[in-house]
């Protein structure tokens, strides 16, 4: 059983865009989600993306899987965005509202809870 992630890393705000098509133009058109209470972690790891290439991460989202509000499907979140011809993005702001940078998604990793059967937090792989 993992332990929860401390409450007082979780002091920043996520803006989740997700493609919803492209318009006459190819202009893509975004429906945005506005996560709170998680946490942006700067790395710079390597890791296998679904299409089995390797990515150099600049930045990992951590989305509590109780304590972050609301509570989304990211995988399907991002397969739609990646349908309608867009990878997912993100904004990511701390608790002052200064905004840290902008990324695309390019992994989503949810991390179970051993023996539970429920998902401790997900990873968002960000460029």
């Not at 006459?24 to 996560?35: D, F, G, I, M």
């Not at 609301?70 to 997912?88: E, I, N, V």
């Not at 200064?98 to 695309?104: D, V």
Request: glycine share 6%; aromatic share 6%.
């Amino acid at each position: 059983m993992l332990r929860p992630i401390p409450g007082a890393l979780l002091g920043d705000v996520a803006v989740i865009r997700v493609c919803t098509g492209m318009d006459a133009w190819q202009k893509a058109t975004w429906q945005e989600y506005r996560v709170q209470r998680v946490h942006l972690q700067s790395t710079n790891e390597t890791r296998k993306s679904k299409e089995n290439t390797e990515v150099v991460l600049r930045s990992v989202l951590f989305i509590d899987g109780v304590r972050s509000t609301p509570r989304l499907d990211y995988d399907a979140l991002a397969a739609q965005s990646q349908a309608a011809g867009k990878p997912m993005r993100c904004a990511v702001f701390d608790a002052a509202g200064r905004q840290y940078g902008e990324y695309e998604v390019l992994t989503v990793d949810p991390v179970p809870d051993v023996p539970a059967t429920r998902v401790h937090h997900i990873e968002l792989g960000l460029v």
